[in-house]
């Protein structure tokens, strides 16, 4: 049994929630699906303490340290590649030589993590992907650098 908030909830979602081939669907060309991916470097985010309870969810925005994503990862095959900054049209797969197109057919895993990071475990979450399946183009940058706040 399914409670009135729930279906409430799922009711808003089918309204305003677009999944991501809905959108290709709806905008056609003009849409399209960028991953940006990086080697190493840093980034923003808001950290959780690892468990059950992380506590507060509005604690500071700080910088996270990023290593290497490991010679597997989508990272590190990128960065072997080419290891300086570089982007991927993927709309043209379909013309890359045969060894590229099975590679892109391929499950890889890229490191995946958002505005907020587990303490300490958020180096070893890693999502798998299929690339030519949901993105259109892929944006590598070998160090990242952590956006800096505005004082406004």
């Given at each position: 049994m399914v409670s009135e908030g729930a279906a409430g909830v799922r009711?808003?979602?089918?309204?305003?929630?677009?999944?991501?081939?809905?959108?290709?669907?709806?905008?056609?060309?003009?849409?399209?699906?960028?991953a940006l991916l990086c080697g190493s470097g840093e980034f923003r985010a808001r950290r959780l303490r690892p468990g059950p309870w992380p506590g507060p969810m509005d604690g500071p925005v700080v910088?996270?340290?990023?290593?290497?994503?490991?010679?597997?990862?989508?990272?590190?095959?990128?960065?072997?590649?080419?290891?300086?900054?570089?982007?991927?049209?993927?709309?043209?797969?379909?013309?890359a030589p045969d060894a590229v197109q099975r590679w892109l057919d391929e499950p890889q895993m890229f490191r995946s993590f958002g505005a907020y990071v587990q303490r300490w475990t958020y180096k070893?979450?890693?999502?798998p992907t299929n690339l030519t399946k949901e993105y259109d183009g892929l944006a590598y940058v070998a160090i990242s650098t952590p956006s800096v706040p505005s004082d406004a």
């Open positions: 009711e808003w979602l089918a309204r305003v929630a677009w999944p991501l081939s809905s959108l290709r669907e709806r905008f056609g060309t003009s849409y399209y699906a960028l910088s996270n340290r990023l290593d290497r994503g490991g010679f597997n990862s989508l990272e590190g095959q990128l960065a072997a590649a080419n290891p300086g900054d570089h982007l991927l049209d993927l709309r043209s797969a379909s013309e070893c979450q890693f999502a």
